[in-house]
C-alpha cells in the first residue's frame, strides 16, 4: 500500500472517483456522520459492485469499544472487505478483539477465515504509548498509520504549532512499530497549511513510511510518485 485515499461512504461521487482512482487501497468512511444506517449501506453498495480487486477496499469503522461496532461490522462483511480500518487502536488486545469479531462474521458469511486484514490507526496518546505492541498483534494486521489531526487533539496541541514533539515522537514510533511487524507502515494526512505534500511525502519515505493517508484523488498521484522508485508495501 503507498497511496490510501480515505473517502466518506455516503459521498456517492467521491466513491465512485476512488474507486476508479489510481489508489492502491481505499477506506470507506462509515463513522461521524447523522446516518449511519446509510453511511453502512453505501459502504456495502460500493462493496459489491466494484470490479476488480484493485483498489483494495477496507472500512472505517466505530471504535473497538463503541456500542455500534458490531452494526458497522455486521452491515459490511457480507461485501467481504479486504480490511477494516479501525480509529482509537490502542494496543494488541484490541486488534485481537477486532479480530475475533471478523472471525466468527467470516464464519457466517462463507468468508475464508482471516481473509479480512486490520488497518490500525493511533491517534490518542494511550494508543501513541501501546504502539509497541502491535508489532506483534498477529497476521490480520496489514499496516500501522496514525492520525495527526486527532492526536493533536487529544494532547491539546494547537495546530498552530508546526513542531510538536509529541507529535514527532509518535510519529517515529509508527514506522519502528509497523517495521518491527513487516507491514505498512503509512503517514498521516497532508496539512495543507503546513507546506507542500510533496515534502512531506518525501521526508515520510526517508523516515521509513511505505505510504500515505491521501485526503483527495488529487493528491494520489504525488503519493504515488514519491513512493513508487522503491519496493511497495
Known amino acids: 500500500m503507498r497511496a490510501v485515499l480515505l473517502v466518506p461512504a455516503q459521498d456517492g461521487a467521491g466513491v465512485s472517483a476512488a474507486l476508479s482512482s489510481e489508489a492502491r487501497a481505499v477506506v470507506l468512511d462509515i463513522t ?30 466505530s471504535p473497538i469499544e463503541s456500542d455500534t461496532v458490531q452494526d458497522d461490522l455486521e452491515a459490511v462483511l457480507p461485501g467481504a472487505p479486504d480490511g477494516i480500518f479501525l480509529p482509537r487502536t490502542c494496543g494488541r488486545s484490541m486488534i485481537g478483539h477486532l479480530g475475533s469479531k471478523l472471525a466468527v462474521l467470516e464464519a457466517e458469511h462463507d468468508l475464508r477465515d482471516g481473509r479480512t486484514g486490520i488497518i490500525a490507526c493511533v491517534d ?38 508546526a513542531k510538536s514533539e509529541p507529535c514527532r515522537a509518535v510519529r517515529a514510533l509508527v514506522v519502528l512499530a509497523a517495521r518491527a511487524a513487516g507491514i505498512a507502515a503509512l503517514d498521516s494526512r497532508h496539512v495543507p497549511a503546513r507546506g507542500s505534500l510533496q515534502t512531506e511525502a518525501e521526508r515520510a519515505r ?28
Open 206 to 233: 526517508r523516515d521509513g513510511f511505505t505510504g500515505k493517508l491521501a485526503r483527495t484523488t488529487a493528491e494520489l498521484a504525488v503519493i504515488e510518485e514519491v513512493f513508487g522508485s522503491g519496493p511497495a508495501a
Open 32 to 61: 461521524g456522520g447523522p446516518n449511519p444506517a446509510g453511511a453502512r449501506a453505501s459502504a456495502l453498495a460500493a462493496l459489491r459492485r466494484r470490479a476488480t480487486r484493485r483498489p483494495k477496499l477496507f472500512v472505517r469503522v
Open 124 to 161: 490518542t496518546a494511550r494508543g501513541a504509548l501501546s504502539l509497541r505492541e502491535l508489532s506483534e498483534a498477529g497476521p490480520r494486521l496489514a499496516g500501522i498509520t496514525w492520525d495527526e489531526e486527532a492526536l493533536r487533539a487529544d494532547l491539546g496541541v494547537p495546530d498552530t504549532e
